[in-house]
């Protein structure tokens, strides 16, 4: 079965910096990568996921790029806020076909110091 | 409803005693998913569900941990004889049918404490 890896595990970093995010997976069937960020004692919510036809996709502040030939795949965020402080959850998922089952990486706690 | 749905939000039992936790997906998605999140942790997958059949119940932890889901819309989770080690947060998350997009959307969770 997809196996998920995350680094780090913990991040910090000063506000206006960037801070990265990366995972690997193990299937090279997974096709669909989204990335979840879960504040403190709320549920998981998705900012942003990426398609494995595409290369890189930008939203805003957010950035995720995909490298399919050595299945990794990284969450960018650039000019960090304290409101960024979360746990960021990586997943890879087949997102078509019968079987989707979705497994997450085992998150990053950033923390973005004011 | 506008989202997934969990009941109960929280739950008090004492150990050796069964409990039921429900999901109602969003209307019209097909694929639901259950999840446990210890404190701390991440998302530990447990069961998966397309329609009302599960083909993934590979990650259910015990035979004490058994889900089934009816009209292929609320599913029940049921930890019988808890266990300490059973407190967690359990995260039910639904996605609509294969291409109509593949977000996956959480509910807030059903928060169990066994004493």
């Known amino acids: 079965g997809e196996n998920v890896e995350q680094h780090p595990s913990t991040l910090s970093v000063q506000e206006g910096d960037s801070a990265v995010i990366k995972c690997t997976y193990s299937?090279?069937?997974?096709?669909?990568f989204p990335w979840y960020k879960q504040e403190l004692g709320k549920r998981p919510q998705l900012i942003i996921d990426i398609r494995s036809n595409v290369g890189e996709k930008k939203d805003q502040r957010i950035a995720v790029t995909l490298n399919k030939t050595a299945k990794h795949f990284s969450l960018h965020i650039t000019e960090t806020q304290p409101e960024d402080s979360a746990v960021y959850f990586c997943a890879a998922s087949k997102g078509s076909g019968g079987y989707q089952k979705v497994t997450f990486g085992t998150g990053t706690k950033l923390q973005v110091i004011p | 409803g506008a989202g997934v749905s969990q009941s109960p939000s929280n739950k008090v039992t004492e150990k050796g005693k069964d409990v039921e936790l429900r999901c109602d997906p969003i209307s019209g998605h097909t694929a639901l998913y259950w999840y446990r999140q210890s404190l701390g942790q991440g998302l530990e997958f447990l069961i998966y569900f397309q329609g009302n059949s599960a083909p993934d119940k590979s990650g259910l932890p015990s035979d004490r941990f058994s889900a089934e889901r009816t009209g292929g819309s609320v599913s029940t989770l049921t930890i019988q004889r808890t266990q300490q080690e059973d407190s967690a947060v359990y995260l039910c998350?639904?996605?609509?049918?294969?291409?109509?997009?593949?977000?996956?959307?959480f509910g807030e969770g059903s928060w169990l404490t066994v004493v």
């Open positions: 998350a639904s996605r609509p049918r294969t291409g109509s997009g593949n977000t996956i959307y």
């Open positions: 299937d090279s069937a997974s096709n669909y």
